[in-house]
T-cell receptor
Framework: EDQVTQSPEALRLQEGESSSLNCSYTVSGLRGLFWYRQDPGKGPEFLFT???AGEEKEKERLKATLTKKESFLHITAPKPEDSATYLC????????????FGPGTRLSVLP | EAGVTQFPSHSVIEKGQTVTLRCDPI?????LYWYRRVMGKEIKFLLH????????ESGMPNNRFLAERTGGTYSTLKVQPAELEDSGVYFCASSQQVQETQYFGPGTRLLVL
């Protein structure tokens, strides 16, 4: 059964204090790993898709990396507006496999 | 380009009543998905439409839930009769191809009293 775990559950950073969020996954044939950002009361907002080990993607202060067992979301010099819940999801390669989400990491960036 | 929209944003009903949620996907997206997040849990897959056909409804909790997508455009998710454990946030997502990134709507927050 496909599984996704995320750590830490919650993270508090000072503005400018860089850190990383972890997403560990078990899937029978990875089709893609997806990072989303979710603000309170809103739906998940797409950030990145990673398809194969070694792949990296960047967007502003965020950088996502992927290995065969986990993905990291690196946040460089975060700002208060980066505060949100970051969700990781995987999709298996077999037809019919659907998104499996992790529980998320709640990030708070203090000014 | 308009994103995925959902209606209503909130719904409060009593146990035993019926509620219908609506999702309008991004124009041109043949794939439409329903998800649910109950309090303190992960977002869970409910079902997947390709155009008007149900591709996978393995995540539907029971036969009190009925999803339709007439004409392959918007979709509705009906809960009848609603139970307390149906409370949660129901998200809809859409994608162009089945293996591509899914874009989510803002969700419908359902509270069953």
């Amino acid at each position: 059964e496909d599984q996704v775990t995320q750590s830490p559950e919650a993270l508090r950073l000072q503005e400018g204090e860089s850190s990383s969020l972890n997403c560990s996954y078990t899937v029978s044939g990875l089709r893609g790993l997806f990072w989303y950002r979710q603000d309170p009361g809103k739906g998940p907002e797409f950030l990145f898709t990673l398809y194969s080990a070694g792949e990296e993607k960047e967007k502003e202060r965020l950088k996502a990396t992927l290995t065969k067992k986990e993905s990291f979301l690196h946040i460089t010099a975060p700002k208060p507006e980066d505060s949100a819940t970051y969700l990781c999801a995987v999709k298996g390669d077999n037809y019919g496999q659907n998104f499996v989400f992790g529980p998320g990491t709640r990030l708070s960036v203090l000014p | 380009e308009a994103g995925v929209t959902q209606f209503p944003s909130h719904s409060v009903i009593e146990k035993g009543q019926t509620v219908t949620l609506r999702c309008d996907p991004i124009s041109g997206h043949d794939n439409l998905y329903w998800y649910r997040r109950v309090m303190g849990k992960e977002i869970k897959f409910l079902l997947h439409f390709v155009k008007e056909s149900k591709q996978d409804e393995s995540g539907m909790p029971n036969n009190r839930f009925l999803a339709e997508r007439t004409g392959g455009t918007y979709s509705t998710l009906k809960v009848q009769p609603a139970e307390l454990e149906d409370s949660g946030v129901y998200f809809c997502a859409s994608s162009q191809q089945v293996q591509e990134t899914q874009y989510f709507g803002p969700g419908t927050r359902l509270l069953v009293l």
